[in-house]
């Protein structure tokens, strides 16, 4: 994939902040425990364990590790981030990758986009990307943060009890909705679950 002078300054800038946040995970991991085992318990509920399971933008790679998958893949372009999925998750596979260049070269039961799709640059290219490792049952799961969650977001970073965050894009299901179908993709079911 091309990338243009600001499409690389923006990922640079995302690398650094998430190599940071990795160096200091442990200061926000009370404040956000809650919020992460709620999603394992809903990723669960959907993702019956033994199956093949991608999951883009992995961070420490707790959810995937959670699923508990046959076999599991997590991509993450945050070297400091893999550091600790790989010492937390050591039977699992990850790969140190820009979501936008990683090549499955496999097929999977489920690939997994857990609050990552507001933190691309060209979140259709990435979907476009990703049909490669889907065959026919292949499900898409994903989950996101509306903008509902701008200002408690910003109030919680304001008094240090959450992990940093970048501009964010944002997306409604609409949106996501819509950039699912331009990639060929089939919405079977949404919900909100939080807030």
């Known amino acids: 994939m091309y990338k243009d002078e600001a499409h690389r300054a923006f990922e640079q800038a995302r690398i ?15 404040w956000s ?27 420490t790679g707790d959810l995937l590790a ?10 993450d372009f945050s070297g400091g981030m893999l ?3 790989r010492e937390r998750h050591g039977h699992l596979n990850f790969v140190h990758c820009p979501a936008d260049e990683f090549e ?5 039961d489920f690939i997994v ?3 990552f799709i507001n933190d691309l640059w060209d979140v259709q290219g990435v979907l476009d990307r990703y049909r490669s490792a889907a065959h026919p049952g292949t499900r898409l799961m994903m989950n996101f943060y509306s903008r509902l969650w701008e200002a408690p977001l910003r109030a919680a970073k304001a008094v ?6 970048l501009d964010q894009n944002w997306l409604t299901v609409p949106d996501v909705t ?17 807030m």
């Not at 499955?104 to 999977?108: H, K, P, S």
């Not at 819509?178 to 939080?194: D, G, K, Q």
């Open 33 to 59: 425990h809650g919020y992460h085992r709620r999603l394992a318990v809903i990723y669960r509920a959907l993702i019956p364990p033994g199956q093949r399971v991608l999951e883009i933008g992995c961070g």
């Open 160 to 165: 240090g009890i959450s992990r940093p965050l």
């Open 83 to 85: 550091d600790m999925a």
């Open 66 to 75: 959670a699923l508990r998958p046959a076999y599991g893949v997590g991509v």
């Open 104 to 108: 499955a070269g496999e097929t999977f």
């Open 113 to 115: 986009c857990s609050d």
């Open 16 to 30: 650094r902040h998430w190599d940071a946040v990795a160096s200091r995970m442990d200061q926000w991991a009370f």
């Open 178 to 194: 819509n950039l699912l179908a331009l990639s060929n993709y089939e919405v079977v079911r949404h919900w909100e679950e939080i």
